[in-house]
């Protein structure tokens, strides 16, 4: 997580007002990056404008192939209200994964992509509790999908396997892996991989219970926690996922692009750690990718 160099000449990237224009002192509002190289900094506004882009002069730089020099403009208002504006570039901005045809007010917990990287906007009254919450999430929450990420998942995995097996509960594991996702990322780009895993993580959430954790165990591979799930119901469920996923559409640019997913379940039974779970599962992963992949294997 540590921060890589940028320009911050325009930018103040703490919570002090020294330096700001009495004129914006009453505007609380800042931009905080939940996916990229410099995961939970904060940009506030010295002047009324950021611009973000590829050049050195930009108040945020994103030194990114397919971020444009002057890419995205946010502009404060005298009302305190905060509009994003895409200075057409290449490959435009994004805002909650729409792409920004024309300016836009921005409203609390929006969420603006700009080349591979995202930012969350945030405004309010509170605003430095508005920033530590969400540098509390991001110890949580995939800042890509939305869905929890590896710590979270792991911690809690071995939580539920001491209540588990202190109970004698049932308790399943899905771990599972997108077919050929190199495949997009090379025909395609990146951008449209990182579409593909947000749009089948949201594909995948509707369907996964509160008591339940759906999590991003990394890159491409994903799993899933089923407490008071035998091997049977947990193999029915995934196999309902995996043909959710097989049967959505996938579009990006005007392009349709396949997706499906390989799964493999297990139920909790002599292993000790989370580590020996997760070996369970993944066996049965490998069996489903080698057997032809798009499908789901288990004991």
């Given at each position: 997580m540590s921060p890589s160099s940028?320009?911050?000449s325009k930018t103040i990237v703490t919570s002090s007002d020294v330096g700001r224009p009495a004129r914006f002192k009453q505007a609380e509002a800042c931009l905080v990056e939940i996916y990229g190289q410099d995961l939970g900094k904060r940009f506030t506004f010295a002047s009324n404008t950021i611009v973000i882009g590829r050049d050195e002069s930009c108040d945020i730089v994103l030194a990114q192939d397919n971020v444009s020099r002057y890419h995205a403009k946010l502009i404060l208002f005298h009302d305190d209200t905060v509009e994003v504006e895409d200075l057409k570039s290449t490959?435009?901005?994004f805002v909650?994964?729409?792409?920004?045809?024309?300016?836009?007010t921005l409203q609390n917990g929006d969420l603006i992509r700009v080349g591979s990287t995202i930012f969350k906007y945030i405004s309010g009254s509170n605003i430095e509790a508005g920033y530590y919450e969400e540098i509390y999430r991001m110890t949580i929450i995939d800042g890509l999908t939305g869905i929890y990420n590896k710590r979270y998942f792991m911690e809690s995995l071995t939580k539920e396997i001491g209540r588990s097996q202190r109970?004698?509960?049932p308790l399943a594991l899905i771990m599972m892996d997108i077919d050929h996702f190199k495949k997009v990322n090379d025909n395609f780009g990146h951008i449209a991989g990182d579409f593909v895993l947000r749009n089948m993580c949201q594909t995948i959430n509707k369907f996964v219970r509160q008591e339940e954790v759906f999590a991003r165990y990394g890159g491409e591979e994903f799993a899933i926690m089923l407490p008071e799930r035998t091997i049977e119901k947990a193999a029915i469920f995934a196999e309902k996922v995996r043909k959710q996923v097989e049967a959505a559409k996938f579009t990006f640019e005007g392009q349709e692009?396949?997706?499906?997913i390989s799964i493999g379940v297990a139920q909790l039974k002599d292993e000790k750690t989370p580590e020996d779970f997760i070996a369970a599962a993944d066996s049965f992963l490998y069996q489903a990718k080698n057997n032809g992949r798009n499908q789901v294997q288990h004991a």
């Open positions: 940028m320009n911050d490959n435009g901005t909650n994964d729409e792409d920004l045809l024309v300016p836009k109970y004698e509960r692009l396949p997706v499906t």
